[in-house]
């Protein structure tokens, strides 16, 4: 039998990690009378080494800042809510997910989310629901931020990449500013480093003089929505003045001479005078670029909510590739995964399509942009009930007002979450879950390399009463829905009480004989495994995770320490786990890095046509979407020093711009007649809304920016724009369909 520590409660300095953003960073808390009274860096973590931002400081406004739900919700017909008990929603939403499932088809239930920042081990048991229901298509916010890189990795190798920032001779950031938005370990630290460093170079693609930027050795300001040009232009100098590693791409790459010959025909002056960079610092970057020992990039939502975002996606890995800047200290690689989101990078290349509107599935999701449509409409095979786990899409989406009358439209939608969000106020059922530090809770966002790094976080308290945890909430639904006769799960019960061998013995055994439970799995180790495990018997999912992590990455995950025959490395890194620390789950070296691409001849395929056809045609294409109505770009959705999504609701967190200003700069405002504290009327084709203006030479004439994150109901007030008030479904990306949040054609009126 797997033994599990005791959830310790108000006991010292317990583990955890902050759930803001990606990185997870590992830190300890003090917790008295269900408070997070104190919060340090965990300096034993093996990726943050005790490193935390000012953000997660602050996490007990996200524990305690918010009204909680504490009892499911029935909407009513006149729209308000009434509470009922567990039983009655269960089974309520049970026969109802049966009764869509029978009459139209499970295709027809679609599920969004599964998790935000923090909070992803529900997804699994969220899988074996989808399995149960025989639903089909699935979304969450990946597909209106990534599923552009995710195609292009897809054709390129068949992996994710991530870069070596700490070593790095010379860095590009495009579109992305690590100073708020982090995403890789020690962020800021890793940033002071290279910018005191004469020997390092730090580059800099972004309209917006950030704090990146302003850190920055060279800043291409490029015009807003122009970073396609930008990025050609970089690459053309590289293959036009011959400065390209032609043994890497001899030796491991395929259709280079295609590539070679698209840049050849660019012209780098027109392409700077379209971006706005002068030519000649276009020219001195990229030969810096080709000049340095290591370069690595990174790309964020600046160029991928943005216009041509899957095509600069693939412009931006060619610096890299065009270069030989791959498996090697200071350059990119591609990296193990604990478990794959979404589809996986590998994951569809966007054969398949949705059913209403013909959008392509990128890694199996649904282009956010098209959801609402997939639903509003009379087609015989529009979705008809949605399922919705931990994410606020009703304020997070594009074009709130669309997303809300589809809501309305549905036979059934259901949202769990921890308040009441925008999006629940839409919903047919609300059931409470408990909050990520009342739970076994982990996240899949393993990019580390060479050490790669799981953690599973004890709960450092009980449940708030009435609230469940989503694999309980997940498995009352399933066994309502009557999907597997418990009599089939007696033999694995009667396994998992001799131990994990014994377990994995008579699990893959039954799988064999009823492939059905492969779909089930979640739900299966939960209800089998599950009981096993003391208080973490929502984690019995990662068993299996754990399971094909050992199998998929075999040497990796033997360095780490994980070793013996059959299931015998997964048994040991799963209960690793289970022990709640940070775990190293593989191991590599640089030259690792190559066995991670996908492709039998372990060659990076550099040719892909469709991209190559929109480069070539990218002279003639404007590059400007402005109009006489709408002379301004609004960038919807900057991340800023107290901005976190919508994860703290609670806006007493913001010590600094707490009405999320409207930045605009001097000349614009001098234009308008107005001053910082004045306040603007901001307009676009889909809504308008107030705010509150701050004077900033950080942007260019033409260009304004609001935060996200903000214009979400609070008791406290709500303070701020929501910014997919004024965000259309239209303008998205031709390829992966996501949204271009950062240009969106705007005009500002006084008030």
Known sequence: MTTTPETPVGTGWQKTACILCECNCGIEVQVEDRRLLKIRGDKDHPSSEGYTCEKPLRLDR??????????????????????IDWDTAISEIAGKLASIRDEHGGDKIFFYGGGGQGNHLGAGYGQALQAAVGAKYKSNALAQEKTGEMYVDGRLYGGHTKGDFEHAEVVVFVGKN?????????????????????????????????????????????????????????????????????????????????????????DVDDFAERCGVPADLIRTTARRIAAAKSVCTYEDLGIQQAPHSTLNSYLNKMLWILTGNFAKEGGM????????????????????????????????????????????????????????????????????????????????SVVIDIAMTETAREADYVLPAASQFEKWECTFFNVDFPENVFHLRAPLMEPLAGTLAEPEIYARVIR???????????????????????????????????????????????????????????????????????????????????????????NQLFERILEGAAVVFTRDDYDNA?????????????????????LSGLGDQPSTWTTDEFPFVLSAGERRAFTANTIIRDPSWRRRDADGALR??????????????????????????????????????????????????????????????????????????????????ARLETV
């Open 62 to 83: 996200y524990q305690n800042g918010t009204p909680r739900l504490t009892t499911p919700l029935r909407r009513r017909t006149d729209g308000s809510y009434e509470e």
């Open 178 to 266: 690590p100073w708020q938005s982090h995403s890789f370990p020690r962020a800021r630290p890793v940033l002071k480093e290279m910018a005191a460093d004469p020997a390092r170079t730090m580059v800099v693609i972004d309209p917006r003089r950030s704090e990146t930027a302003a850190m920055a050795d060279i800043h291409l300001q490029v015009r807003p929505g122009t970073d396609a040009w930008c990025l050609a232009a970089l690459g053309a100098v590289l293959i036009q003045e011959d400065l390209v590693d032609h043994d890497f791409l001899r030796d491991h790459t395929t259709g280079a001479d295609t590539v070679l010959a698209a840049y050849a025909d660019i």
């Open 594 to 614: 190559w066995d991670y691409v996908r492709r039998p001849d372990r060659r990076f395929t550099v040719e892909i046509p469709e991209l190559l056809e929109h």
């Open 333 to 412: 690689f591609l990296h193990s995964m604990f478990a794959a989101l979404a589809g996986g990078p590998g994951g569809g290349g966007g054969s398949r399509l949705t059913p209403v509107t013909g959008a392509r599935i990128i890694s199996g999701l649904v282009p956010c942009n098209s959801i609402a449509e997939e639903i509003d409409t009379h087609h015989p095979d529009r979705f008809r009930a949605m399922w919705v786990d931990a994410v606020n899409p009703a304020h997070s989406l594009a074009d709130s007002a669309s997303f809300r009358r589809a809501m309305s439209k549905l036979e059934l």
């Open 664 to 745: 605009i700069s001097p000349a614009d405002a001098a234009g308008l007649g107005v001053a910082t504290g004045d306040r603007l009327r901001v307009v676009t084709e889909r809504g308008s809304a107030e705010a509150s203006v701050e004077v900033t030479d950080t942007l260019q004439v033409g260009h304004v920016s609001l935060p996200n994150g903000l214009g979400i109901d609070h008791p406290d007030g709500t303070p701020g724009v929501a910014p997919n008030e004024l965000t259309s479904l239209h303008h998205r990306d031709w390829l992966a369909g996501t949204p271009w949040h950062k240009y969106v054609p």
């Open 480 to 570: 309502a829905l009557g999907v597997l006769d418990d009599d089939a799960l007696a033999p694995l019960r009667a396994a998992a009480e001799n131990g994990l061998a014994a377990y994995a013995d008579a699990f893959f055994a039954a799988a064999t004989t009823d492939p059905r439970l492969m779909g089930l799995a979640a739900h299966v180790l939960y209800e089998t495994l599950g009981p096993t495990l003391g208080t973490a018997r929502g984690a019995a999912a990662l068993w299996g995770v754990s399971q094909l992590c050992a199998m998929n990455q075999a040497a990796s995950v033997a360095r780490a320490g994980f070793t013996g025959t059959g299931f015998e490395p997964g």
